[in-house]
């Protein structure tokens, strides 16, 4: 899929860089042997030997189905000038492949910086932005996105749904793509007239050194809890892998919600650092320099601070949603914007893909919300502003992903039963390689431990239902749910297939299609119109 991409994108066009530049500019780099390094022109990094071309730089270094040196020759045959690998590679290579080959201890520890300087370091051009945090980075990128041009400014974009580079628009296939094709998206923002880059920082990416070589004017922290485990292993370490954005070397200035520990503890870090810290609270009462007020459950608040008070509106419903504004708030202001540019920029609609995503489906339907929770802190939060919105019966899906850290999965069937839902329908999300019922029936203990928990405190439990596959969901919930009731569909949000099978096995499946079809399939006449926002 990126291999086509780039195809009809063309290949960027910065000045070509000497390789002796590169040996002379990047730390711990060695040629073998003799090198004519000042006649030897590069124009990019790839990891793919089937994207190499000519003057590319090909890095081979250690993956999952092997190491990349057995590619070196195909990506020579295609026109890369040199290859850069590890000490494995070199070893590999050692009878000679043609071009110069360079050597380091860890190839993807310089990969960002080496890709940077190909590209012309077009991350220096743009205002950067960066956003981590377990829930709460699309939504936050997405109401920046909005502000900007509200300011007048023409930010790009990198997050889980989209890619906006220039005012193109079109689907993302990661949330922060690998160094060389970040920088190459920079460069073409750049290219394109875009002034900024609003981006989602995965801990994924700083763990694997994508954003290495990338400095950002503001970066912020929304939040941390059970996620990613099974590549982290433990919350310390997935701790530790954000940490690593909060240092001078990648940012100028940070904006941290302390409202979990896992705040505290990074607003602390970052601030002895060196890194000049904003610290924001989703209530009063936590030391914070920053804080929200109004009444739940509105959209409209006030955002407290040192001398002055911003009264915001988020454009999404929740109290999650007021934080992510006022995170957005912030990074405003630490770009030096005034407090009356910031309250303009964030008054308007903001549609985030699969984030609250609401489906009407008209008079004598639930209303429908497609929405990416995929964190037993997320749901609640998603749920618990929709029971504040709903006259009628709310029903949750509850479901986890295959090949992916099951310790969440009991976890997410809990927090389904105490969401304040009255319906919870245990379903398929993207199962990959894992038996689905499997899955559901780690869900399902979840929900009956919770259940009973709540019969045993006297306090009301939820009907609960198991519906094999999605599709089933969506129409039991759509008969379930009434009128004056709400249709929640956890898990998926703004993706288009369905992981299923070997890996890369993908089937098309949209939540908001299905929705569509279902109720065509109820009424018994043909789709209904659709107004998404």
Same mark, same amino acid.
């Given at each position: 899929?990126?291999?086509?991409?780039?195809?009809?994108?063309?290949?960027?066009?910065?000045?070509?860089?000497?390789?002796?530049?590169?040996?002379?500019?990047?730390?711990?780099?060695?040629?073998?042997?003799?090198?004519?390094?000042?006649?030897?022109?590069?124009?990019?990094?790839? #990891?793919?030997?089937?994207?190499? &071309?000519?003057?590319?730089?090909?890095?081979?270094?250690?993956?999952?189905? *092997?190491?990349?040196?057995?590619?070196?020759?195909?990506?020579?045959?295609?026109?890369?000038?040199?290859?850069?690998?590890?000490?494995?590679?070199?070893?590999?290579?050692? #009878? *000679?492949?043609?071009?110069?080959?360079?050597?380091?201890?860890?190839?993807?520890?310089?990969?960002?910086?080496?890709?940077?300087?190909?590209?012309?370091?077009?991350?220096?051009?743009?205002?950067?932005?960066?956003?981590?945090?377990?829930? &709460?980075?699309?939504?936050?990128?997405?109401?920046?996105?909005?502000? +900007?041009?509200?300011?007048?400014?023409?930010?790009?974009?990198?997050?889980?749904?989209?890619?906006?580079?220039?005012?193109?628009?079109?689907?993302?296939?990661?949330?922060?793509?690998?160094?060389?094709?970040?920088?190459?998206?920079?460069?073409?923002?750049?290219?394109?007239? $875009?002034?900024?880059?609003?981006?989602?920082?995965?801990?994924?990416?700083?763990?694997?050194?994508?954003?290495? *070589?990338?400095?950002?004017?503001?970066?912020?922290?929304?939040?941390?809890?059970?996620?990613?485990?099974?590549?982290?292993?433990?919350?310390?370490?997935?701790?530790?892998?954000?940490?690593?954005?909060?240092?001078?070397?990648?940012?100028?200035?940070?904006?941290?919600?302390?409202?979990?520990?896992?705040?505290?503890?990074?607003?602390?870090?970052?601030?002895?650092?060196?890194?000049?810290?904003?610290?924001?609270?989703?209530?009063?009462?936590?030391?914070?320099?920053?804080?929200?007020?109004?009444?739940? &459950?509105?959209?409209?608040?006030?955002?407290?601070?040192?001398?002055?008070?911003?009264?915001?509106?988020?454009?999404?419903?929740? #109290?999650? $949603?007021?934080?992510?504004?006022?995170?957005?708030?912030?990074?405003?202001?630490?770009?030096?914007?005034?407090?009356?540019?910031?309250?303009?920029?964030?008054?308007?609609?903001? =549609?985030?893909?699969?984030?609250?995503?609401?489906?009407?489906?008209?008079?004598?339907?639930?209303?429908?919300?497609?929405?990416?929770?995929?964190?037993?802190?997320?749901?609640?939060?998603?749920?618990?502003?929709?029971?504040?919105?709903?006259?009628?019966?709310?029903?949750? =899906?509850?479901?986890?992903?295959?090949?992916?850290?099951?310790?969440?999965?009991?976890?997410?069937?809990?927090?389904?039963?105490?969401?304040?839902?009255?319906?919870?329908?245990?379903?398929?999300? $993207?199962?990959?390689?894992?038996?689905?019922?499997?899955?559901?029936?780690?869900?399902?203990?979840?929900?009956?431990?919770?259940?009973?928990?709540?019969?045993?405190?006297?306090?009301?439990?939820?009907?609960?239902?198991? +519906? /094999?596959?999605?599709?089933?969901?969506?129409?039991?919930?759509? #008969?379930?749910?009434?009128?004056?009731?709400?249709?929640?569909?956890?898990?998926? *949000?703004?993706?288009?297939?369905?992981?299923?099978?070997?890996?890369? &096995?993908?089937? /098309?499946?949209?939540?908001?299609?299905?929705? +569509?079809?279902?109720?065509?399939?109820?009424?018994?006449?043909?789709?209904?119109?659709?107004?998404?926002?």
């Amino acid at each position: 899929m990126e291999s086509a991409e780039r195809a009809r994108e063309g290949r960027p066009s910065p000045r070509p860089v000497l390789l002796a530049e590169l040996l002379a500019e990047i730390e711990g780099l060695h040629p073998i042997g003799d090198v004519p390094g000042d006649l030897i022109v590069l124009h990019r990094a790839v #990891e793919d030997h089937r994207q190499a &071309g000519p003057g590319d730089l090909f890095v081979a270094r250690q993956g999952g189905d *092997g190491h990349g040196a057995r590619h070196a020759a195909a990506a020579v045959r295609a026109g890369a000038a040199a290859v850069l690998t590890d000490p494995r590679g070199a070893r590999l290579l050692s #009878e *000679g492949i043609g071009v110069p080959v360079v050597v380091v201890e860890d190839p993807r520890a310089v990969l960002g910086p080496v890709a940077a300087r190909l590209q012309g370091h077009p991350a220096s051009g743009l205002t950067m932005l960066g956003i981590t945090g377990t829930n &709460g980075k699309t939504t936050t990128a997405y109401l920046l996105e909005a502000a +900007l041009l509200r300011l007048g400014r023409r930010p790009g974009m990198l997050s889980s749904p989209e890619t906006v580079v220039g005012d193109r628009r079109r689907s993302s296939t990661v949330t922060t793509p690998a160094a060389p094709r970040l920088q190459e998206l920079l460069g073409r923002m750049r290219d394109a007239g $875009n002034d900024a880059c609003v981006m989602e920082v995965s801990s994924h990416a700083l763990d694997q050194h994508r954003v290495d *070589g990338v400095h950002y004017d503001v970066v912020a922290f929304t939040n941390l809890s059970h996620e990613h485990l099974d590549y982290h292993g433990d919350m310390a370490a997935y701790l530790d892998a954000k940490a690593r954005l909060f240092t001078p070397g990648f940012a100028s200035r940070a904006v941290v919600v302390v409202d979990d520990d896992g705040g505290r503890r990074l607003r602390d870090l970052a601030a002895h650092r060196g890194v000049p810290v904003v610290s924001l609270a989703g209530s009063p009462g936590t030391d914070a320099q920053w804080h929200i007020a109004g009444e739940p &459950g509105e959209d409209a608040f006030h955002l407290h601070g040192p001398g002055e008070s911003l009264p915001l509106r988020t454009p999404l419903p929740g #109290e999650h $949603n007021r934080v992510n504004t006022a995170v957005a708030a912030l990074v405003l202001l630490e770009l030096g914007y005034s407090s009356g540019e910031v309250v303009h920029a964030l008054d308007g609609p903001v =549609t985030v893909p699969g984030r609250m995503e609401h489906i009407d489906l008209g008079p004598g339907w639930p209303g429908v919300v497609v929405d990416f929770v995929h964190t037993p802190d997320a749901l609640r939060a998603s749920a618990a502003a929709l029971r504040a919105r709903t006259r009628g019966r709310l029903v949750v =899906t509850a479901s986890s992903g295959g090949d992916r850290d099951p310790t969440k999965r009991e976890p997410a069937g809990a927090a389904a039963v105490d969401s304040g839902a009255d319906v919870v329908l245990v379903t398929d999300d $993207n199962p990959r390689s894992e038996d689905p019922a499997a899955i559901r029936a780690a869900v399902l203990r979840g929900v009956r431990r919770a259940v009973a928990a709540r019969r045993s405190a006297g306090l009301p439990v939820p009907e609960v239902h198991e +519906l /094999p596959t999605r599709q089933e969901a969506i129409r039991f919930a759509l #008969e379930t749910a009434g009128p004056d009731g709400t249709v929640a569909l956890y898990g998926k *949000g703004h993706e288009q297939w369905t992981e299923i099978g070997p890996p890369g &096995g993908r089937v /098309p499946f949209v939540d908001r299609d299905e929705v +569509l079809a279902a109720a065509a399939a109820i009424s018994g006449a043909r789709k209904p119109s659709c107004t998404c926002s």
